[in-house]
């Protein structure tokens, strides 16, 4: 995966979603979540994207067993849990497998997105890892200051106001730092951008847009 360009990583994004919409069959949702499963393995990815995914599938059965309590229907619930799976699973590819850089260059040079909202979307994804990292130290130095969340659920959300408070806080110092920075190096007056990175397509990708066009076709014949 990571030796395909950026954009054709956000169409199979884009074909994901679709494919997810479509299926209507617990089997063809796993078969789907399977592939992707075994995207990730192919590409070697961290293992902090696994603990991602087993967070997920812990969210998924979640999500099932609420579908299960308001609805009754266990087929429904189990559906609508590989959905969310299924197009949650392909951002994990997304971002494991392709550098903020290119998929901010292949955003502006390719899609044609205004390098500003490029430029906000690749900033909030990079931070995502600093943003849990935050949260773990503020969650230890909390536990040092006798921080121990105890009781019904209500309570312990209540208790969580002393992790949030100081992970906000330094969000929007962290925001502030940058948007000053930025402003310094004059981005808001920039009216063109120029990259060094190359993320035009080649034959790999080519060749991966075709089987998902293939696919996309089949599936809608199979209807």
């Known amino acids: 995966m990571q030796t395909l360009a950026p954009l054709t990583k956000l169409i199979l994004t884009l074909f994901v979603t679709l494919w997810s919409i479509m299926l ?20 070697k990815v961290s293992t902090t994207v696994y603990k991602g995914v087993a967070s997920l599938i812990l969210f998924a059965a979640l999500l099932a067993g609420i579908q299960y309590v308001l609805s009754g229907d266990t087929t429904l619930a189990i559906i609508t849990a590989l959905k969310m799976m299924a197009m949650t699973l392909v951002f994990f ?7 903020m850089q290119d998929l901010s260059v292949a ?8 390098h500003e909202y490029a430029f906000m979307l690749t900033a909030a994804l990079r931070f995502i890892p ?37 992970l906000v806080l ?16 004059g981005f808001a007056n920039r009216k063109a951008c120029s990259f060094k990175n190359r993320v035009a397509l ?12 293939g696919l996309t076709i ?6």
């Open 93 to 99: 590819i997304l971002l494991a497998t392709t550098r």
């Open 218 to 223: 089949f599936l809608l014949i199979s209807r």
């Open 202 to 213: 080649a034959i790999p990708d080519y060749t991966a847009l075709a089987l998902m066009a």
């Open 107 to 114: 955003l502006v040079s390719q899609c044609q997105v205004p």
């Open 170 to 185: 330094k969000a929007v110092s962290r925001s502030e730092t940058m948007a000053l920075s930025l402003e310094l190096r």
């Open 24 to 43: 209507q069959s617990v089997p063809a949702l796993m078969t789907l979540i399977a592939c992707q499963l075994l995207l990730l393995l192919i590409s």
């Open 130 to 166: 600093d943003f849990l990292s935050e949260s773990k130290a503020i969650q230890e130095a909390q536990a040092c200051r006798g921080y121990r969340p105890q009781g019904n659920p209500l309570k312990r959300l209540t208790a969580y106001a002393a992790i949030l408070k100081p």
